[in-house]
């Protein structure tokens, strides 16, 4: 069972979070300007399990072990915003890459954009500190927590998706207005900017 007073209070609270500009809307804004918004999709679905990896965690515990090895979290900080900066300065290199037509799109693997937003998730240190605080409020020790733990990310799940594709189609949109003429290279420019710049926020967050 469920106690659907704190569901109706749980739902616009992480809806409100999601909404609000952070890494992965970053992310998938960027992606979305670059990439299009079906081929982002792997970039969230990757997202989205790092989501609810780390939701889990936090409610079974995990969470305080990783607040008591700080240093481990650090390191793992720092590799995920490496790796995303890197990916930024190839968006920037390779002018080309990010080109208009399908064949160019298809160079960016499914493995590399699932990867971006699984990374991106689960070295969020802002991502961790939120369901800590956030989640255990929401469960009713009344109630058996696997139940209520699969709502909470049920609907966790919901809110990011909609959230990313929100802002994967206003990169979208972004995109098609900066290509017009001959701004591909500033648009391509601009992607690799935002991307370096989640990596940046990834590692010193």
Request: aromatic letters at 10%; one cysteine or more.
């Amino acid at each position: 069972m469920f106690d659907l007073a704190i569901l109706a209070v749980f739902i616009p609270t992480f809806f409100f979070v999601s909404i609000t500009p952070g890494m992965c809307m970053t992310l998938a804004m960027t992606l979305g300007m670059s990439i299009g918004v079906r081929r982002t999709m792997w970039m969230m679905i990757g997202e989205l399990l790092g989501v609810a990896l780390v939701a889990i965690a936090a409610v079974l515990g995990v969470a305080s072990v990783m607040l008591n090895y700080p240093q481990a979290f650090a390191i793992l900080k720092w590799v995920g915003g490496a790796y995303l900066v890197f990916v930024g300065i190839i968006m920037w290199r390779d002018k080309a890459k990010l080109d208009l037509n399908d064949q160019q799109k298809s160079k960016v693997s499914r493995k590399e954009l699932f990867s971006q937003g699984l990374v991106t998730a689960i070295a969020n240190p802002k991502g961790w500190a939120f369901m800590i605080s956030l989640l255990p409020p929401f469960i009713n020790i009344d109630y058996a927590i696997a139940p209520q733990l699969s709502i909470l990310v049920t609907v966790i799940l919901v809110s990011e998706f909609v959230c990313m594709m929100a802002y994967a189609t206003g990169g979208k949109s972004l995109r098609i207005f900066l290509s017009r003429g001959d701004n591909v290279k500033f648009m391509n420019a601009i992607a690799g900017s935002l991307m370096i710049a989640v990596g940046i926020w990834l590692a010193v967050g």
